[in-house]
């Protein structure tokens, strides 16, 4: 099916996605080894870059000049940024060990202006805040992958010049393979030093660059042609066999990408699921308020069984996502936005394929 034609599955896998990425963060933060979810996180985040990259394109490629595109963007994913940053400091001014005149010092502004401009790693906690947590102390750790998106936001429009100049398959295999060399290079300077914090750093870009490429490859080739779906889905649940069997870091690094890569577009292109939006987009929300809720039920002890308190942190980030899509996310989009038309009249020919981020 071509893209920005057919009604597609993309919303639904962007919230089990989402909802993924709670569960790995509820087993990581409670260091709980009971739970089957660890393998669950970088699979979700890899899915959203494979989506972003087919979708952004799409956005920039239907926008009417630069000024649009980027005014699109920043209405969908910093108004409910923005807010998530600031009531997680507000959220500390409750919770926190230290004094009131303590919390309100230098740490509190750096972590406000670091935050709020996707810096997250500068400065990721706030005086006596989940210090006695077991994992990390961290606000809201799931932010992370935001700086990496708006990074990709920023460079699509320098790669559709380049596309245009000389073709989607140069530029794109080289994302790809840049990609996979940068998470090469930094697990073998993990395991020459030791220090795993090279790992986090393939995680950053250029790292997540072959995902972002294979969602824009679909984009290029589904103008032209039909995306075989099922095909795709088997061979993206091959070439993930393939790597495991086969084992080790360059599997993961040259293969994963297609792998996840063509699993989302299988599902996204296959039978249709229905109009998922129709109640709101709720995916972005469940993503950005879900870490900070289970820091706190940690640190405040609550609910001690481990499948108890899965049901019990999913049920309150959704909840709350619910009340952040309809008090402030949808008021900053346009009337024509996928997202509101979605709630309105369901899926169209023009606006069907609409990014999330």
């Known amino acids: 099916m071509k893209q920005g034609v057919d009604r597609n599955n993309f919303d639904l896998i962007r919230f089990v996605a989402a909802s993924m990425v709670v569960l790995f963060h509820v087993q990581m933060l409670r260091a709980d080894t009971t739970l089957p979810f660890l393998s669950l996180g970088d699979v979700a985040v890899q899915a959203f870059f494979v989506i972003s990259g087919l979708l952004i ?17 920043v209405r969908r994913i910093y108004p409910a940024y923005f807010f998530i940053v ?12 230290e004094t009131i005149a303590g919390y309100f010092g ?30 990390t102390s961290a606000v809201n750790g799931a932010l992370w992958t935001l700086k990496i998106e708006v990074a990709f936001y920023v460079a699509v429009p320098l790669l559709v010049l380049l596309i245009r100049r000389t073709g989607p398959i140069p530029l794109l295999v080289a ?15 993990a395991a020459q030093t030791g220090r795993q914090v090279f790992i986090a750093i393939g995680k950053q870009l250029p790292g997540q660059a072959g995902y972002f490429a ?15 779906a099922l095909p795709m889905l088997v061979a993206g649940a091959a070439l993930f066999a393939i790597s495991a069997a086969i084992g080790g870091a ?7 990408p297609l792998a996840v890569g063509f699993v989302v577009l299988g599902i996204g292109h296959g039978r249709y699921l ?10 972005y929300g469940i993503y950005i308020v879900h870490f900070p809720i289970i820091q706190t039920m940690i640190q405040f002890g609550l609910i001690e069984d481990p499948l108890a308190f899965v049901l019990g942190a999913y049920v309150i980030a959704f909840l709350a ?37």
Request: proline content about 6%; glycine content about 10%; charged content about 15%.
């Open 57 to 73: 394109v799409q956005s920039y490629e239907r926008s009417s000049s630069l000024a649009s595109y980027s005014a699109k963007r």
């Open 86 to 97: 600031v009531a997680g400091a507000g959220l500390g001014l409750l919770i926190t060990t």
């Open 106 to 135: 230098p740490d509190l502004f750096q972590y406000l202006a670091f935050n709020l401009a996707f810096l997250n790693f500068a400065h990721p906690g706030l005086p006596g805040v989940f210090a006695q947590n077991p994992l």
């Open 175 to 189: 994302m790809y393979l840049g990609g996979a060399a940068w998470l090469l290079a930094c697990d073998y300077l």
């Open 214 to 228: 294979v969602g824009m490859a679909a984009y290029y080739l589904g103008q032209k042609r039909s995306l075989p």
């Open 250 to 256: 360059a599997p993961e690094a040259l293969l994963r």
């Open 274 to 283: 229905g109009n998922f939006g129709k109640y709101g987009d709720f995916s």
């Open 321 to 357: 996502s619910v009340a952040l899509w309809h008090l402030l996310e949808k008021h900053f989009l346009k009337s024509s936005s996928h997202y509101r038309r979605q709630e309105e009249t369901g899926p169209t020919a023009e606006t069907s394929s609409e990014p999330a981020t």
